[in-house]
């Protein structure tokens, strides 16, 4: 694949090659030597974002790859970065990245990408596409997201074309921490497994392009987390993970809430996690429950095989943190004692001696827009096949987030609001498979109004 989309200068090479000057065995040798040159060409990746897990990912890239792989890193802050940034080990040990290229211009870095991964929030997901657009050759560039949520296979589609070679990570590779901006990052945990969904790529591409990029071995002395391919999109959209534990535990720490700063007693505590309460914890138990719903009634009409790897989440932290939580008692102590979740943060705006919520932070913009309405949109499309899923507490916490946020999503129960044209759903009108997979439109003109978003003017920060 490198090679290929060097073959115009590999004729151009060659054709000087033939006809230089010398004896028939000189050209020949330097035939060869173009040849080998062109075919030791890097494998170049393209960072896009600089949180916690893009600086993870600079850290690994060129040791995990023995300088095979070229990192690049797209950024609005290249000032901020060092060219040899490191990630740390639970275990004490270090290792060093390597940069070759730091930009805020991605028609530097951009078309000579073999892969390009966004490490950004979801809700940023749909302007960084937008802009990487008209410098991305989709069959040639790989496009992938290190955590997905909602129709994230939808938008790239939309924006990319149906030629797209898409990947979204189910989960983060590991449990990370920035410690230095732009020079260091920590790996808290690693974890053994991944799972990926991918649009025109496979398993054997995933294994040699994509799952070196992110192992610890270096670190732990243990080739992980290793990389599993999954049958659909479906555990990314039905994912019992933030797009329920959010909503629910933020709108338990302002559920006093009315617009003025809460003080006192009723201000929400430093941690996000820490000592979730029995009301947030009920909401999110409702909140499951009418996901774990939807995700089977969506399965009795489509047969989707990604539904049967979506269980509930009390099942699925039992899994995945066993040995990190404290207290298996109710599903908020599970998230309030979960040491793997305890350094997080609770994200608030002070001002006026109060505490307000922080409207445009990823844990209310990501789980509403690009979550929970997506969940609402696709019990709607059930609908027309005679099968309704109750969504009370959905459009509960919908219609509560909309109200600080100055959003309109839901209108009298129904995602018609004006806000709604920001965000990727399932409509009334598309396949029933599009939760799943990439189903084209029997008119032929599935982008529809979303190829304007496509080449729209306009500049995402990336």
Same mark, same amino acid.
């Given at each position: 694949?490198? %090679?290929? *989309?060097?073959? +115009?200068? $590999?004729?151009?090479?060659?054709?000087?090659?033939?006809?230089?000057?010398?004896?028939?065995?000189? =050209?020949?040798?330097?035939?060869?030597?173009? %040849?080998?040159?062109?075919?030791?060409?890097?494998?170049?990746?393209?960072? $896009?974002?600089?949180?916690?897990?893009?600086?993870?990912?600079?850290?690994? $890239?060129?040791?995990?790859?023995?300088? =095979?792989?070229?990192?690049?890193?797209?950024?609005?802050?290249?000032?901020?970065?060092?060219?040899?940034?490191?990630?740390?080990?639970?275990?004490?040990?270090?290792?060093?990245?390597?940069?070759?290229? $730091?930009?805020?211009?991605?028609?530097?870095?951009?078309?000579?990408?073999?892969? /390009?991964?966004?490490?950004?929030? /979801?809700?940023?997901?749909?302007?960084?596409? #937008?802009?990487?657009?008209?410098?991305?050759?989709?069959?040639?560039?790989?496009?992938?997201?290190?955590?997905?949520?909602?129709?994230?296979?939808?938008?790239?589609?939309?924006?990319?074309?149906?030629?797209?070679?898409?990947?979204?990570?189910?989960?983060?590779?590991? &449990?990370?921490?920035?410690?230095?901006?732009?020079?260091?990052?920590?790996? /808290?945990?690693?974890? *053994?497994?991944?799972?990926?969904?991918? /649009?025109?790529?496979?398993?054997?591409?995933?294994?040699?392009? %994509?799952?070196? %990029?992110?192992?610890?071995?270096?670190?732990?002395?243990?080739?992980?987390?290793?990389?599993?391919?999954?049958?659909?999109?479906?555990?990314?959209?039905?994912?019992?993970?933030?797009?329920?534990?959010?909503p629910a535990r933020y709108w338990g720490m302002f559920r006093k809430y009315t617009g003025e700063g809460l003080k006192g007693a009723d201000a929400p505590g430093e941690w996000l996690y820490r000592g979730m309460d029995e009301v947030a914890g009920a909401m999110l138990e409702a909140l499951d429950d009418e996901l774990q719903q939807l995700k089977d009634a969506y399965y009795s009409v489509t047969k989707a095989e990604g539904c049967k790897a979506v269980i509930p989440l009390r099942d699925r932290l039992a899994i995945q943190y066993s040995d990190q939580i404290e207290d298996y008692?109710?599903?908020?102590?599970?998230?309030?004692?979960?040491?793997?979740?305890?350094?997080?943060?609770?994200?608030?705006?002070?001002?006026?001696?109060?505490?307000?919520?922080?409207?445009?932070?990823?844990?209310?913009?990501?789980?509403?827009?690009?979550? !929970?309405?997506?969940?609402?949109?696709?019990?709607?499309?059930?609908?027309?096949?005679?099968?309704?899923?109750?969504?009370?507490?959905?459009?509960?916490?919908?219609?509560?987030?909309?109200?600080?946020?100055?959003?309109?999503?839901?209108?009298?129960?129904? !995602?018609?609001?004006?806000?709604?044209?920001?965000?990727? &759903?399932?409509?009334?009108?598309?396949?029933?498979?599009?939760?799943?997979?990439?189903?084209? =439109?029997?008119?032929?003109?599935? !982008?529809?109004?979303? #190829?304007?978003?496509?080449?729209?003017? =306009?500049?995402?920060? +990336?």
């Amino acid at each position: 694949q490198v %090679l290929l *989309s060097f073959v +115009p200068q $590999i004729c151009l090479d060659m054709a000087t090659a033939l006809a230089g000057a010398g004896s028939p065995m000189e =050209r020949a040798m330097r035939l060869s030597a173009h %040849l080998t040159a062109a075919a030791e060409q890097p494998y170049v990746v393209t960072l $896009i974002g600089g949180g916690n897990s893009g600086h993870v990912c600079a850290g690994l $890239i060129h040791g995990n790859t023995n300088g =095979r792989v070229r990192c690049q890193l797209l950024t609005s802050v290249p000032e901020q970065w060092s060219l040899e940034p490191t990630v740390s080990f639970p275990n004490g040990a270090v290792q060093t990245g390597r940069i070759h290229k $730091i930009s805020a211009d991605p028609a530097e870095l951009i078309p000579h990408s073999d892969l /390009v991964l966004w490490t950004g929030p /979801v809700n940023a997901t749909k302007a960084v596409f #937008e802009n990487l657009r008209k410098h991305l050759d989709p069959k040639r560039t790989a496009v992938g997201t290190i955590f997905a949520q909602g129709l994230v296979h939808v938008l790239a589609t939309q924006i990319f074309g149906p030629d797209v070679r898409f990947f979204a990570l189910r989960n983060i590779p590991w &449990l990370c921490r920035l410690t230095a901006k732009g020079s260091a990052a920590a790996i /808290v945990g690693p974890k *053994s497994t991944i799972e990926v969904a991918m /649009v025109n790529l496979d398993e054997a591409w995933m294994k040699t392009n %994509l799952e070196p %990029l992110f192992v610890v071995e270096k670190g732990t002395g243990v080739y992980e987390p290793t990389m599993t391919p999954m049958p659909d999109f479906c555990p990314i959209v039905f994912n019992p993970a933030n797009q329920i534990i959010h909503p629910a535990r933020y709108w338990g720490m302002f559920r006093k809430y009315t617009g003025e700063g809460l003080k006192g007693a009723d201000a929400p505590g430093e941690w996000l996690y820490r000592g979730m309460d029995e009301v947030a914890g009920a909401m999110l138990e409702a909140l499951d429950d009418e996901l774990q719903q939807l995700k089977d009634a969506y399965y009795s009409v489509t047969k989707a095989e990604g539904c049967k790897a979506v269980i509930p989440l009390r099942d699925r932290l039992a899994i995945q943190y066993s040995d990190q939580i404290e207290d298996y008692s109710t599903l908020a102590k599970m998230v309030g004692t979960n040491k793997a979740y305890s350094m997080a943060k609770t994200p608030v705006v002070t001002k006026d001696g109060g505490v307000h919520p922080a409207i445009n932070h990823r844990v209310v913009v990501d789980d509403i827009g690009w979550g !929970l309405c997506v969940l609402l949109s696709i019990a709607h499309r059930l609908e027309a096949e005679q099968i309704k899923v109750p969504m009370t507490v959905t459009k509960m916490m919908i219609d509560w987030f909309q109200g600080i946020m100055g959003k309109e999503f839901l209108v009298n129960g129904r !995602l018609t609001g004006k806000d709604c044209s920001e965000l990727v &759903l399932v409509s009334p009108s598309d396949p029933i498979g599009y939760a799943a997979t990439i189903v084209p =439109r029997g008119d032929g003109t599935w !982008l529809g109004s979303a #190829e304007e978003l496509a080449y729209e003017e =306009r500049y995402g920060n +990336p």
